[in-house]
């Protein structure tokens, strides 16, 4: 092999990589908002202007208009302002190139962080390749497009960046450290999303497993003693703790993530990250919206198969640990764990999110690669290349499924039909359909996808509203009211249980109704975009111009520049 291959070899690589993963997610830039991206981004009039900048790192109520929802996410909230502004409005591509960019930037740092770590454990020529197929194994996997294409959940990205940011940073340039700019990135992944609080024991992971010193006895075998590990992870210790109170502080009373009790929420986990361990190697049932419910009790079949595995996993850890050579299996698989902790131990509206495997797999990557290179060290030529020809395979077929995830995630129709198909179990996913069905005016089938979530979920304020909208459009107006009603009934002081409702009282004619009904959803949120142009339709027919006026001049407040 020519000196002059070798040199190039490296680079042609890397560029290759590149052009493949852009390649991959070419199809998902013209992709649209969908789920959370409609109180977040859609109806969001905080990001409308980049002037709401110290907003957003004072008040969390900017980062949604729905208050249950309203968490601390500065560094997110002030990226959708940012792609807003340059794209000129809501337009998806400009907000999918900004994600889309800094997925490309952290798989640079991926490269960079395992290339160090397979250094650090057995110095060779060839672990450049191992550092690229791990960065190629992650870019390439069709559960990184559940984030890469969920524009709010950007947060996700954030908080991996930061963090593979910082212990790449620290990793690699130790000179930096007495200056603590290794912490700026996890800083930053903290006020993206709080799950970046876990930056500090991933990095003291790294830190026990890699950058424990000779002991100053100098004797052979002794290395620095647990308690000196321990104060150098103090810096971003005391980081991670002081973002703590300070994120309690900022986050609202009025923000919710999880109704009922915590303990069944805790005892699913286990099995939650046996289903993502098991997502990493067959991505084959990825799911927008899943129908996984918390258990009531741990004596079952898959409580116990969760608690089963996480004993394993912390098992084959600890042994990984003791021998050098398997230090980088030791440090995924604690990045693997460490990386779902925050969803693990902190209740969320939904025990599962395919998107939340977007840390974690990072380090899963790393792992999976060291192992299979451990395993396959003394095997014969034909081996090798029989594994060789298995791992190009194996990256094909990640990069066909990413591909096929963003065609999912191409329209709200294609998104929700693909949920109902996989996670049948679950309303929100019918309730999604019905809607881009009646959007597309195919309103018999809305109605009977409304209805399938009906069965699944009786009593949902905005099921009940969306079913109102619906029986209005097949003209059955008792039917539609009682819905209406009953939608207030079950939420009277949520907007949407209004907004409905206004727009079916302003179709048939009944103005002035629906303007009280519209003035009773902005009472109830007055950041709801949607109360704001019901009112205006309303007093424009009534030709009420003083008070469409003063409604005008509220809206422009809430959102400089809005085009309605």
Known sequence: MSSHWVRIQR?????????????????????????????????????????????????????????????????????????????????????????????????????????????????????????????????????????????????????????????????????????GLYLAPALAGMLAKPPGLIFAPILVAYILLFDRRQAKSGLPGRREPLASCAIRAIPATVLALVFVTLEEVMTPASFVPYHGPALPYLITQPYVALRYFRSFF????????????????????????????????IVAIVFAARTREWRPVAFGLS??????????????????????????????????????????????????????????????AFAWGTFLRNEVWRTDETLWADVTRKSPNNPRGFMGYGAALLARGEVDLAYRSYQRAAMLKPDDARLESSLGTVAGALCRDTEAASH??????????????????GRWLSARGDTALALQVYRNAYEQNAFTLLSSYGMMDALARQSEWEGLRGVVNDLLNLAPGDSM
Request: glycine share 6%; charged share 10%.
């Open 11 to 179: 680079p042609l690589f890397c560029a290759a990589l590149l052009a493949i993963v852009i390649a991959v997610y070419s199809n998902h830039f013209g992709n649209g908002f969908h789920f959370d991206d409609w109180h977040t981004v859609q109806y969001n009039p905080a990001i409308r202007t980049l002037s709401n900048f110290w907003r957003f790192f004072s008040d969390a109520a900017t980062f949604s208009i729905v208050p249950a929802n309203q968490s601390w996410r500065p560094l997110v909230t002030t990226s959708l302002a940012l792609d807003y502004v340059l794209g000129g409005g809501l337009k998806p591509f400009w907000f999918h190139i900004s994600t889309f960019l800094w997925f490309l930037v952290q798989l640079v740092l991926i490269y960079g962080l395992a290339l160090h770590i397979f250094e650090r454990t057995r110095p060779d020529p060839n672990n450049w390749r191992l550092a690229w197929l791990a960065t190629a194994l992650y870019g390439l996997h069709p559960a990184c497009a559940e984030t890469v294409n969920y524009i709010v959940q950007r947060g996700d990205l954030y908080v991996a960046l930061g963090i593979v940011a910082c212990v790449a940073t620290y990793a690699r340039a130790p000179r930096l450290r007495r200056y």
């Open 282 to 313: 067959l991505p084959l049932h990825l799911s927008a919206d899943t129908d996984l419910r918390a258990f009531d009790t741990p004596w079952n079949g898959p409580a116990l198969a969760g608690f089963a595995f996480l004993a394993l996993l």
């Open 335 to 396: 990045w693997f764990v460490l990386g779902l902790i925050p969803t693990s131990m902190y209740p969320l509206a939904d025990v599962e999110n395919d998107h939340r495997m977007f840390l974690p797999f990072v380090g899963l990557s790393i792992a999976v690669v060291w192992t299979a290179v451990l395993l396959l060290r003394r095997t014969g030529h034909w081996t090798r290349l029989a594994a060789a020809a298995v791992t190009v395979a194996i990256l094909a």
């Open 484 to 501: 209406f009603q009953r939608a207030i009934e079950l939420a009277p002081h949520d907007a949407w249980s209004y907004i409905g409702y």
